[in-house]
């Protein structure tokens, strides 16, 4: 299950007679039979001894400095035991669960243990002998299916907060219970998270919801309060629809999403455009909620990259039944085709919804104002969307007002995921039109394939 970039760059340190390991997260999934993101590996050379050791290979980062080795189209991380050592700031004692009788590997990979955020990621796997080194209690809180920070959470979340989002993505991702002290931490130093940089709070939600864990991970975020500050239009969603966490059916933001998390997975990510797209999408539905065979003609447009004609010619053949528990959907019966220019008029003003949602999406007073009729919620005027994603979201929708696009056609065949995860406008459409048909009309999977 080790991917052969990885295993090139074991081999080649290991050749030179350095220890290798690896280590953190790739590890934890490894044991569990789930296919890594990606493998991080630590070594006892040092940083430069390793850009030695390969033809192209450079060290990144000033306060963490590690090396990416360039392989087969591939980067690969690795990070030094002495580069690391440097860093350790936290007073080493016994407390910390000191390997008795320990010699000099042993401390070195106990002490960067302590630097990790979570037991089930403290982890080191020597591949060689086939065996794992646990000094944090990591394999006891895989068996429990629990997350819980390697030091008390309050401190854990003092030195680094995006350790309270990276909680909710690996228990969302893991189906992992986060462990009680945790929990408690994580509700309560919330607000932390707005410390962040736009462009990592951008990256962790993306890891969310980009990975194939995208309604787990919703669902946690609304349990512990950060949906309040990263995404207040969708906290208010959830207030307004009187949603509770057991809710399995009635949802639509979370049964889009459970639908785009049956296309995706770690290794088959997608390009964060369509998330965005997809949440905007949904709250100028629940603005306005909109008759079924509307919401399949958008979807068809979208697929057919603006064909509109086939769409509605296609959308008015649907017989099966729509899903009858949202309450974004009309139930009203319209008839569509005494006025044929109606469904056209009305598929347009959804394209022009969506356009103005994606919009106040990057406008701080829009956003302050989403929990502003909420006694209590916390306000955040949050906006981590660039300029450039927004442009690229605003394409995908584009082509409903603008008709067929020179050079674009409708998807044929299967998802490319290479494609998909690059923002390739044929496959993000086709994926964002699977996701809304098959959430609207959940019997009929046959039009948009």
């Not at 629809?241 to 785009?260: H, I």
Request: aromatic share 10%; glycine share 6%.
């Amino acid at each position: 299950m080790i991917s052969n970039p990885t295993r090139k760059v074991l081999d080649g340190l290991k050749r030179k007679g350095y220890e290798v390991y690896l280590v953190g997260g790739c590890v934890r999934d490894l044991i569990l039979r789930r296919t890594p993101k990606d493998f991080d590996i630590i070594t006892s050379a040092q940083l430069k001894e390793v850009v030695r050791a390969f033809s192209w290979c450079v060290i990144v980062g000033k306060r963490f400095p590690i090396c990416h080795v360039h392989i087969d189209n591939t980067i690969v991380e690795v990070s030094s035991f002495t580069s690391c050592g440097k860093r350790f700031s936290r007073r080493l004692t016994d407390d910390y669960g000191r390997p008795p009788d320990y010699d000099e590997k042993d401390y070195l990979r106990w002490r960067d243990s302590l630097q990790r955020d979570f037991t089930i990621n403290g982890l080191f796997f020597d591949p060689y002998a086939n065996i794992i080194y646990d000094y944090v209690r990591g394999m006891e809180d895989i068996r429990k299916a629990k997350v819980q920070t390697v030091i008390p959470a309050g401190e854990s979340f003092g030195e680094d907060c995006a350790r309270i989002l990276r909680a909710i993505r690996i228990a969302g991702r893991l189906g992992f219970r986060i462990s009680r002290e945790t929990a408690y931490c994580i509700r309560t130093l919330s607000s932390k998270v707005l410390r962040l940089d736009k462009g990592r709070l951008l990256m962790e939600l993306n890891y969310m919801l980009a990975y194939g864990s995208a309604e787990a991970s919703l669902r946690l975020l609304w349990k512990y309060g950060v949906l309040d500050i990263l995404l207040p239009f969708q906290a208010a969603y959830f207030v307004q629809s009187e949603f509770k966490r057991r809710d399995k059916g009635s949802n639509m933001l979370l049964s889009l999403f459970s639908k785009l998390d049956e296309l995706l997975a770690p290794n088959r990510p997608c390009h964060s455009m369509l998330w965005v797209g997809i949440l905007a999408f949904h709250k100028a539905l629940f603005d306005k909620p909109r008759h079924p065979l509307a919401v399949a003609a958008f979807s068809l447009t979208i697929n057919n990259s603006g064909d509109i004609v086939e769409a509605l010619q296609i959308s008015r053949t649907i017989s099966t039944p729509h899903c009858p528990r949202f309450q974004e959907l009309l139930q009203l019966q319209e008839q569509w085709d005494s006025d044929p220019e109606a469904l056209r008029d009305e598929v347009m003003n959804l394209a022009a919804s969506v356009k103005e949602v994606l919009s106040n999406m990057t406008d701080q007073y829009f956003v302050s104002q989403a929990l502003a009729g909420y006694p209590g919620a916390p306000c955040s005027n949050l906006v981590f969307i660039h300029q450039d994603l927004y442009i690229r979201a605003c394409r995908m929708f584009q082509c409903v007002t603008r008709g067929p696009e020179d050079g674009f056609t409708a998807k044929q065949g299967g998802i490319n995921y290479e494609e998909l995860a690059q923002g390739n406008l044929q496959d993000v459409r086709h994926t964002f039109a699977r996701v809304v048909f098959d959430t609207v009309y959940p019997l009929d999977r046959s039009l948009v394939r």
